[in-house]
């Protein structure tokens, strides 16, 4: 979301731009009542009022909070009467905010309203590259595969790792290998109920170790770098799953069961006598199943 802000600030300088948490407004609102006096309220009300662009991240959790409720009313009416821009941001929209004030869920439906969705594969990659690089900290691409791969729904989950990982590398002084942060994430990525591990699962994870698409590993291309990860998910499917053979090829583009053997023994026979091959279908199998 201040992405937003950045790229407003870089097309209209002269703009008044503000990006706010909910809970940083929250706290300004809290913190002027407190002081008891008007000029406090004033002060906070000409700080969010006269913006030509009010950012509020993740404004679902003013639900609840009547004075937060009831300034930021009067700050978007201020606003829109004013005709200047307000961005919001929640984790569901506002037909589903049952116990928000209806007035103010009226407001949030007058604007557009846009699911972005989960962020994909190559955008956590690269949010977990970013703040490495912010942070001028660096992790191996098998330890941010594994991160990336396993807390798709959620930004903060999949920063949080990444701090999580750093400060223990800081606290202790030491390399975060793989089974360290499969180690110290499990709070994180293990739910309490083990993922059931399905066919589908399996594709997918392969799919994006190798950073292909799903519909790469079932169309009839047979070039190395989409032939093998395909191989490595027959031979994983059939290890790590109870399907059979015929589903497997089913899954993966209507390959014959010939095919699928094949497929296995050529993957079983480079996993037996290929050490760092061996150590990559390791890799992968943790993503799979990381308890």
Not at 26 to 34: C, G, K, L, W
Not at 75 to 97: E, G
Request: some cysteine.
């Amino acid at each position: 979301m201040q992405s937003i802000g950045h790229f407003i600030l870089q097309q209209q300088p002269e703009k008044k731009v503000i990006y706010v948490t909910s809970e940083q407004f929250t706290n300004e609102v809290i913190d002027s009542i407190r002081n008891g006096n008007a000029s406090a309220m004033t002060k906070l009300r000409d700080k969010y009022r006269t913006v030509d662009v009010l950012m509020i991240d993740d404004v679902q959790f003013i639900i609840g909070k009547e004075s937060t409720q009831e300034e930021f009313f009067h700050t978007f009416n201020v606003l829109h009467s004013a005709r200047k821009q307000i961005i919001l941001s929640s984790d569901k929209p506002p037909k589903d905010m049952e116990t928000l004030e209806e007035r103010i869920r009226s407001r949030f439906e007058w604007g557009l309203l846009a699911d972005i969705g989960y962020p994909d594969y190559e955008t956590r990659m690269a949010i977990l590259r970013r703040k490495e690089e912010i942070d001028g900290f660096h992790l191996d691409d098998e330890v941010l595969d594994y991160i990336a791969i396993n807390i798709k729904s959620n930004i903060r989950e999949l920063e949080g790792a990444l701090n999580k990982l750093i400060a223990f590398s800081n606290l202790e002084d030491t390399v975060i290998t793989m089974d360290v942060a499969v180690r110290e994430l499990q709070n994180i990525i293990s739910p309490d109920k083990p993922k059931e591990i399905t066919p589908q699962l399996v594709i997918e994870i392969v799919a994006e170790h190798f950073n292909i698409s799903t519909d790469q590993m079932i169309s009839k291309n047979r070039s190395s770098e989409i032939a093998k990860p395909r191989q490595i998910a027959m031979y994983l499917c059939k290890n790590m799953t109870s399907a059979q053979l015929e589903t497997i090829g089913a899954l993966l583009g209507g390959r014959d069961h010939s095919t699928i053997i094949h497929g296995i023994k050529k993957i079983t026979e480079e996993y037996q006598n290929d050490e760092n091959f061996h150590h990559l279908i390791e890799t992968i199998k943790k993503k799979i199943n990381p308890n």
